[in-house]
């Protein structure tokens, strides 16, 4: 009887789509078991694909609209629109990091003014009757003010002026009038990690380095986001786990937009059928780009796997990399990094498909 496998990675970020992984996973298994039954299922959790993966399930159509990215500049952006007049969203088309080179990754100047510009839209010109956000992959740290501006809240400094709330400018803001906010129906957002917003497992500290930002340039985009804290009477938003996902992105749905948090998985999971597509198969296959620490805090493969740990089903992690942290996690049956091949990085990123397509094949445990 064929083994029944199970392939939902996620992406491998810089060099494989979560579908292009789940393609060179089947490969491997194909090539030493072709009679192998495969269900294919990317993943995401609020970050890069989020949309994709609602639309390969859901269908609807995509919607385009003007909007800028995280630098502010003019770009042409896309969402879902669904059967049923949801408008779903994923923040990093308009403001995520994969849009950026490395010498543009600035966080004290990026902004989620695009996130905003998709929601106004989908308000004023299809009259979305409800949103999903995928909040995650983002290039910036400014707690969801950008996008607050545009959604009509007023950022003003001490003479009463417009200041434009990037997180070199918060410290500028003296008064912030959220009465002026456009009305919104109700928004779900799903992110991909559960940290506050401040402190040692907030926004700055956990994941602005990886945006670009100096060590001079860390208190200063805490202060920003701390003193936004204070103007809103925020609080009690930015102890709820996941305000810090996308830069304290979540802070400012909760607080400007009155949404409700929930992790990306979970949702995704819903939509997919996932729980009995898991108990249905023999073996699960799963892996991204980085198996670390902060995958360990909601993202998609380490939830998948807890998921399978339920049902007793085991999962292989294939991954670009893995630390210490995640290898002791013991939620998997194996954990495989493509850097374990002994293969120079260069090679791995441009030839990642068939890398991880021998890897596969070469320890995928016999039956």
């Known amino acids: 009887m064929p083994r029944r496998f199970l392939v939902a990675p996620d992406k491998f970020k810089g060099s494989l789509g979560a579908e292009e992984a789940a393609a060179a996973i089947a490969a491997g298994i194909r090539r030493m078991e072709p009679d192998a039954e495969i269900d294919f299922c990317p993943i995401a959790d609020g970050g ?21 990215d995280a630098r502010g500049r003019p770009i042409s952006s896309r969402y879902l629109l669904t059967e049923d007049d949801t408008a779903v969203i994923g923040m990093a088309e308009t403001a995520g990091i994969w849009r950026l080179t490395n010498d543009e990754r600035h966080p004290l100047t990026a902004t989620t003014r695009g996130v905003g510009m998709q929601i106004r839209h989908a308000v004023e010109r299809h009259r979305s009757a409800r949103f999903v956000l995928g909040i995650g992959g983002s290039a910036t740290n400014d707690g969801g003010s950008g996008m607050a501006a545009e959604l009509g809240i007023r950022f003003l400094g001490v003479d009463g002026a417009a200041v434009d709330p990037l997180p070199a400018n918060l410290p500028d803001v003296r008064e912030i009038r959220m009465l002026e906010r456009i009305p919104l129906p109700s928004i779900t957002a799903a992110c991909d990690v559960d940290n506050l917003l401040l402190g040692p497992r907030g926004a700055t500290a956990v994941f602005s380095r990886q945006k670009g930002a100096t060590e001079d340039d860390r208190p200063r985009l805490e202060s920003a986001l701390s003193h936004l804290v204070s103007l809103t009477d925020g609080v009690r938003e930015a102890e709820t786990p996941g305000a810090g996902a996308a830069g304290g992105l979540g802070f400012g749905l909760l607080r400007f937009a009155g949404a409700r948090l929930v992790p990306g998985f979970e949702l995704l999971a819903g939509v997919l059928g996932l729980e009995q597509r898991i108990q249905d198969a023999d073996l699960v296959i799963t892996g991204e780009g980085s198996l670390d620490e902060q995958s360990l805090g909601g993202k998609g493969p380490v939830s998948l796997a807890k998921m399978a740990g339920r049902h007793g089903v085991p999962v292989l992690a294939y991954c670009g990399d893995a630390d210490e942290v995640a290898q002791r996690c013991g939620l998997f049956a194996g954990i495989h990094p493509l850097t374990g091949t002994g293969l120079p990085l260069d090679a791995l990123m441009t030839e990642a498909a068939s890398v991880l397509t021998a890897l596969v094949a070469s320890t995928l445990p016999v039956r």
């Open 48 to 68: 890069e694909g989020f949309t994709e993966t609602v639309h390969s399930a859901l269908g609807g159509r995509w919607i385009t609209c003007d909007a800028v």
